[in-house]
């Protein structure tokens, strides 16, 4: 058992909130875990690695690799109660390092976040009034990213992505500031089904668009070939692991605000299949657009077919300019951007903000002041300026590699090989959850998504080693990748070093948990023999 390392006299506890009920917990996780990579990154991966053979390996990395990984992050949240560091802190003094590890990758990936959901906003006005004309590309990289030829931070603002990126960061902090229930639940209950309705229709919409089968056919045509290549397997389980929000904290804190009476086996699996859900429909929206895109321009889908910010805002804004009725297209395909960006936004600072609650012992409210403010600022700096797409290409492709990666391995590693708590964890989620999580799920967990994260941690190391990614200056790679990098980890280290304030407490009484958990499963059991019971004795009367 861990045991507090503060002395003096305790100072008040700090009350934990928690989500309203179980549903509005599923929502959020729901509304974090469905976000830009759904929309933008998924199709173009499924195309490139088999098409419709894709789903195959697409299908086993959800089952084996990022649903236990979900559950794995479900029950060290509910189990430990707090935020990454203080749930691991609670696990073990010397795991803190990893949730601060995990705080800072958020830290960065929410840095840059925000100017996305800025361009998509922006982006959602221009398909209105068709601002690009007749060239999408020189339109968004000239016109309105203003781009340096110089790879390096020029001080240069464009005014309209710096205040749209305003407003995104204004609105984040209300949305924390007012708390798990008036903030996050509440706006994931607003713009989850705004952002499910919307993205149906632009799906619809784009089936009837001329060529819509032929980009389907080029989508789910199979190349069961491609089964036999162990980067298809790898670009599966790397696409789940991104698009689940798992292995960097967001679910460990969303969690540690679920009741105690929680189901977290069957709140995962909804969570889990309605991402999956969400990308198999993207995938299809994307296609059908870029089908007909590929015929207007007469040539063939495999031209066309992009991801990322070049699917976003080349060739979507391409698209609506040809279409039938492409201003709805636009509106509807960047506003579904908007809200899958913004709760996915929400949710990664969330992380951030619950760290620093829990360390130094603040109000909800102060925390969020002390978080969100530091981050808009560094945020307005960087990213709306000439140079910003230099900036956050490099931090998104390393952050993702070699934080989240790397962070979620060491962290299966850490606590469930060298601290052993994956059978304490299977008899936790087990005993609380209507689908037990039994000696499969620590193989998947303990072997199966460690071996999966080594192999695409090597294979991509093996890669960027080879040569300066992106082709840009050796030193600004050095400097904004590798060197955000090794900070992440060493800032890490000095944060858990500091000082837990008085009223936190670190220490955790296994047993205690453990015995509170067996009345609750106890409980449960009574209640379905009395209801078994009541139901025989109804049959026999009747």
């Avoid at 605000?257 to 299809?284: C, H, P």
């Avoid at 603040?362 to 969100?372: C, K, M, P």
């Avoid at 994956?422 to 087990?430: E, I, K």
């Amino acid at each position: 058992m861990t045991v507090s390392h503060e002395v003096g006299t305790p100072q008040p506890r700090q009350k934990r909130e928690f989500f309203g009920s179980r549903n509005m917990f599923i929502l959020a996780a729901i509304g974090s875990a469905v976000g830009l990579g759904n929309i933008w990154r998924f199709p173009y991966v499924a195309y490139e690695n088999g098409g419709g053979a894709f789903i195959v390996p697409y299908v086993i990395a959800v089952v084996c690799a990022g649903i236990p990984l979900l559950f794995f992050d479900y029950v060290i949240g509910h189990r430990y109660g707090g935020s990454a560091p203080l749930s691991m802190a609670r696990i073990s003094r010397w795991l803190e390092t990893i949730g601060w590890w995990q705080v800072l990758i958020c830290f960065i990936i929410g840095l840059y976040y925000a100017v996305i959901v800025a361009w998509a906003a922006m982006f959602m006005i221009y398909s209105i009034t068709g601002a690009w004309g007749d060239d999408a590309n020189g339109f968004f990289f000239n016109d309105f990213l203003q781009m340096s030829d110089t790879v390096a931070f020029t001080g240069e603002f464009v005014g309209h992505i710096f205040w749209p990126e305003l407003m995104v960061w204004v609105v984040t902090f209300i949305v924390i500031y007012l708390g798990v229930n008036k903030g996050i639940a509440g706006a994931n209950l607003i713009f989850m089904p705004l952002l499910v309705i919307m993205f149906v229709i632009m799906v619809v919409q784009a089936l009837f668009l001329p060529g819509a089968m032929d980009g389907l056919n080029a989508l789910f045509t199979p190349d069961w070939s491609a089964l036999g290549r162990g980067e298809v397997w790898a670009a599966a389980v790397g696409q789940i692991f991104f698009s689940l929000s798992v292995g960097f904290g967001i679910m460990i804190t969303y969690a540690s605000y679920l009741k105690r009476k929680s189901d977290l086996t069957g709140s995962g699996l909804v969570v889990g299949f309605s991402n999956s859900a969400f990308e198999i429909l993207a995938g299809i929206g994307v296609f059908a657009a870029l089908g007909f895109m590929a015929q207007a321009a007469g040539t063939t889908v495999d031209e066309t077919a992009t991801s990322g910010i070049g699917l976003a805002f080349v060739a979507f804004p391409t698209i609506i300019s040809q279409a039938p009725l492409g201003a709805l297209i636009g509106v509807l395909f960047f506003g579904s951007l908007v809200f899958a960006g913004f709760t996915s936004m929400v949710s990664i600072i969330e992380v951030v903000v619950a760290g620093v609650r829990d360390k130094l012992g603040l109000t909800r409210q102060v925390a969020s002041l002390v978080v969100i403010v530091p981050m808009a600022i560094i945020s307005l700096l960087l990213f709306p300026t000439t140079a910003g797409l230099y900036f956050l290409d490099v931090f998104d492709a390393f952050v993702n590699q070699y934080g989240i990666l790397a962070a979620a391995l060491v962290a299966i590693i850490c606590v469930g090989w060298i601290c052993g708590k994956l059978p304490l964890f299977s008899r936790h989620l087990s005993k609380l959850s209507s689908i037990p999580a039994n000696w499969v799920w620590i193989l998947f967990v303990g072997a199966i998504v460690p071996l999966a994260l080594a192999y695409m941690l090597y294979t991509q190391l093996t890669k960027d080693l080879s040569s300066v990614y992106g082709g840009y200056p050796p030193e600004f790679v050095a400097v904004f990748g590798w060197g955000m990098v090794i900070a992440l980890v060493v800032v890490a280290i000095i944060l858990a070093a500091l000082p837990w304030s008085r009223r936190i407490d670190t220490g955790f009484d296994e047993a205690a948990e453990d015995a509170e958990v067996d009345e609750i499963y106890e409980a449960r059991l009574a209640r379905e023999r009395d209801e078994r019971s009541a139901t025989n004795g109804t049959e026999a009367t009747s």
